[in-house]
């Protein structure tokens, strides 16, 4: 499953992506990444847990926790903020 990074908390480490459904997911990096607006992550974007991810944009592989799947755009930004 491939998806958009909407939002991002610097500070937290978390990122939301917009799937190819129009839902979103909400992952922590679990190491210093490169992710910015508008990359292109693809992976298990609907499995909770420790994953693998792949930032296509950028090239390179992210270590993540997904911590919510399938949220709304209002739940998704909340959980971010």
Known sequence: MRGVVSFINEEFGLVAVETEHGEFT?????????????????GDLEALDHQTLENETRRCVLTVYVEDTELSLEHAREKVS
């Not at 909400?26 to 693809?42: M, N, P, Q, R, T």
């Open 26 to 42: 909400v992952f922590g990096l679990l190491e210093d990444s490169s992710v910015a607006l508008g990359d292109v992550i693809s």
